[in-house]
Structure formats: C-alpha cells, structure tokens
C-alpha cells in the first residue's frame, strides 16, 4: 500500500505525461531514427510496431501492475513477490544507473548544440560559424573540460527537478514539457517532409519492402527492434514498477499501459519523419550513431540558409527536453529504492540529499563517459568498445530484456491471471483480453525477447549467425 512519505501523481494526466516523459527520449528521437536506417527502414517499422503490441503493453502492463499492488520501488517489489528475485530488483537499479552514465553525457551534447545554435542566430562568436559539422562535432568532443561541464549542467538539472518529488517536480515539469516537445516536433516534421527531395526518405520508411525476411537478417532487425522498444518504453527495469506506485487505485492501468506505448510510438515515427526526409534530401545515410544527431542533422541544418539555425536550436531544446524528461525518470528510480529502503527501517528520509548524493556518483560515471569522447580520447576500452556502446550494451541489449523476461515469465507461471485481475480490475474496471494477454506473458513475450537477446548477444560479440 502506498504509504504517507511515498507521493503520489496529482492527476491521471500528469501521470501520463511523467510516463510519456520518460519513455520519450533520446530513445525515441535518435535511436529509433537511427537504428531504422540501420535495420532497412519498412522492415524495421513493421517488426517495432509487431513488438510493441506483443511485447511492449504487455510487460508495460505487467509493470505497472506490479508497482502498484506492492506499492514499492523496483528492489522492494521483487522482495515481496519472492527473495529469489532480488537478483532482478538488483538489475532494475543497476540499469538505470549505468544508462544515466551515457544519457547525460548525450543529453549535455543537445545543450552545446542549442546554444551553437543560437549563436549562429545572432552571428555571434559562439556559433557554429562556416565550421564543417563533423570537424566541428569532432573539436567538441575531444575537448573533455568542455564536454564534462555540459554533462555536469544536465546532471544538476535533472537532480534539481527530482528533488522537487514526485507531483511539485517531475509531474509539474513534464505537464508542461511534453505538449511543449510535441508542437516543436510537428513544426520540424512539417519543415523536413516539405523540403526538396523528401521523399526518397518517406519512401525509405513507408514504402514496404520485404526482402529482410527472406534470409536469416530479420532476427538482427528483431533484435536491433527489440533493444530499442525496451529503451525505448524504458521497460525491464522498474521504472514503470516505480511509476506504478504512485498510482492512485482508481486509475485504469490497463488504458495507461495501451496510451503510453501509442505515444512513445507515435513521437518515435515522427522523429522519423522529421529526420529521413532531410536526410535524404541532403544525399546523406541515416544509418550513423551519435554521428546521426549532431554530425548528419547539423548539416541539415546549416544548409537551410538564415531558418536554419532557428530550426537547430528549436530542435535540440527538443531533444533536450525529451532527454531531461527521462533522465529524470532513471534517476528517481534509484531515489525511490533508497527512501524505501530506509523507511523501511523507520529510518527519516531526506529526498534533496538522497537525490544529490546519487547524482554525484552518476556524475562520476557520466563525466569518464564524457572524457572517453566517443572513444576518440585514448581512454582504456573495455572489453574493446567504446564507454557508451559498452553501458548501452549491458542495459539496453542484456539487462533490460532479461529483466523483462523473467517478469513475464513470473506473471505468467507464478502469479497467474488472479493476481493480474485482482489488481486491474478495481474501481469497477475490467481485465479486457485477459486469455489473450496471459498467453503472451507465458510465450510470446519470453519467446521474443528470447530472439532479441540471441540477436544482441550475436551482433556485440561479431558471432555473425544472422546476415
Ligand atoms: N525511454 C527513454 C528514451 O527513449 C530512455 C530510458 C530508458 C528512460 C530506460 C528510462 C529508462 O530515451
């Protein structure tokens, strides 16, 4: 039961917008870009949205459901449902942690990028100038006092909005925050798909093409999919769990795990269609990583004559808004397991210094990240990667699916359909699909998520079973 100390969302709508807040991120507006121009395009979109059905209500549902029958953070609410599973509750807080590491460096990235921006707004100094976007992006991230002191300003930033709590912080912050990011968003989508040339781009996502189902490829297209809808509903890892807990027994869980997943899709295409067009347009590939988002766009940008950097620095306040929005996210899921954890033991709980004291170690993590530049700066590889490939390795292709395995597979062997129902179904709602969606937490999402990690596992070690 949710208890005193613990908040609780103000209203159903500021609740949604918190978990809209958090799925919608980077995830959303580079990766799933990105990745889609990897995974050939149609194909990749078709896979996303079979998965998201799937895969991403269910275990959204089964998340939400957890949290709020337990009422406690991730590591409390794997301790209810049995000791064994501490083991996952331990992963749900590493996670986040290792995810915050690179986020914030990313999200630091996105302010340099507005105020360069905004510099070429006013011709000033501190623009991008006649600078060539890649030597430009290149001088950035080599140069680690800088690079460290933008991930410092987002790492307070989003500390700063935690310490608010859960309704005067993140909800207030997020109410305002996601209608703001969608109206930005459909004015760059209207620019980018009215631009010469953009169709090459609209067809790259919309026109089908099969020809990845007819060899093995397709299970890197899953795997690369399946990654990227656990990142990007920010499921597997309790931050769901957590937001479930603060809320309200009347709500309708079932119709927030539906509505969550339709936005975060929804803003994922129109990132897509905002950047494809344009892409192509410029004769460019959208296939790159970070490179995608601040070498590729910025060309863009700097081509469209005295609009341009108006355009930029609109769009990185985007990208920087639905980055704080989850960032935000990841960092309360820690604050939340350490309150609990003391409060528990009837210790007094101070959320300002919990939330401080956990975003100077993030800061430490983040600011190694920030210093390895992309790997450009000579620091130690682990295990042959680069530090941001090698975070986003572990949370996003291992940890976050595995978690989401293991939880569908309780609820669906162990906790059964009564649990399930007995938490949905209050206040007068009713479990709707109940067979349907118990057959997918027993097999069809283990069965999927199962192939997604084949295909991580296959495609980070260079086994190279699927082409
Ligand atoms: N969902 C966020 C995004 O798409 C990232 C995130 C992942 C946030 C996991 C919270 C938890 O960018």
């Not at 000791?83 to 915050?100: C, D, H, Q, R, Y």
Request: hydrophobic share 55%; glycine share 14%; net charge positive.
């Amino acid at each position: 039961m949710a208890n005193e100390n613990r908040g609780q969302w103000g209203s159903s709508f500021g609740f949604i917008m918190a978990a809209v807040g958090s799925a919608v991120g980077l995830g959303n507006l580079w990766g799933f870009p990105y990745k889609m121009g990897k995974g050939g395009g149609f194909a990749f979109l078709i896979i996303y949205l079979i998965l998201a059905i799937f895969v991403g209500f269910v275990v959204m549902l089964g998340e939400l459901t957890i949290g709020r029958r337990t009422g406690k953070s991730v590591l409390g609410a794997y301790e209810v449902l049995s000791k064994k599973f501490t083991i996952l509750g331990v992963m749900g807080v590493l996670s986040p942690a290792l995810i915050l590491g690179f986020y914030t460096m990313l999200g630091g990235y996105c302010i340099k990028y507005a105020i360069a921006n905004l510099g070429d707004v006013f011709h000033a100094g501190w623009g991008f100038g006649n600078a060539d976007s890649s030597a430009f992006f290149n001088s950035f991230i080599t140069n680690m006092p800088q690079t460290i002191f933008f991930t410092f300003v987002f790492v307070a930033l989003t500390v700063l909005i935690v310490v608010g709590g859960v309704s005067g912080g993140i909800e207030k912050f997020t109410k305002i925050a996601m209608p703001a990011l969608f109206v930005m968003l459909l004015i760059v989508v209207i620019r980018s798909v009215t631009l010469p040339g953009a169709g090459a781009g609209l067809s790259f996502v919309f026109k089908p093409n099969f020809d990845v189902f007819m060899g093995t490829g397709w299970i890197s297209v899953l795997a690369l999919a399946g990654g990227q809808m656990f990142f990007s509903l920010s499921l597997g890892m309790g931050i769901m769990i957590t937001y479930g807990s603060y809320l309200s027994k009347k709500e309708d869980i079932q119709f927030n795990a539906i509505i969550i997943p339709f936005c975060d899709t929804l803003i994922a295409i129109m990132a897509a269609l905002a950047i494809m067009p344009a892409v192509f347009a410029m004769g460019l590939k959208p296939n790159q990583g970070p490179g995608l988002l601040f070498i590729t766009l910025q060309t863009v940008f700097a081509s469209m004559g005295f609009i341009g950097p108006i355009m930029g620095f609109l769009f990185y306040v985007l990208v920087f808004i639905a980055a704080i929005t989850s960032s935000i996210s990841l960092l309360e899921v820690l604050v939340a397991v350490y309150l609990d954890k003391k409060s528990e033991k009837g210790k007094v709980v101070n959320r300002r210094n919990t939330a401080i004291g956990i975003g100077i170690i993030i800061f430490a993590l983040a600011a190694l990240v920030s210093a390895d530049g992309l790997g450009n700066n000579g620091l130690p590889k682990p295990f042959g990667f680069i530090w941001l490939d090698f975070l986003d390795f572990l949370s996003e292709g291992l940890m976050m699916p595995i978690g989401a395995m293991v939880m569908s597979l309780i609820i669906g062997w162990k906790l059964g359909p009564k649990y399930m129902t007995d938490e949905i179904s209050t206040e007068g709602h009713r479990f709707r699909g109940r067979g349907v969606i118990m057959f997918c937490f027993r097999f069809v999402a283990p069965i999927f998520i199962a192939f997604v990690l084949l295909g991580q596992l296959d495609s980070f070690l260079h086994w190279g079973l699927f082409s």
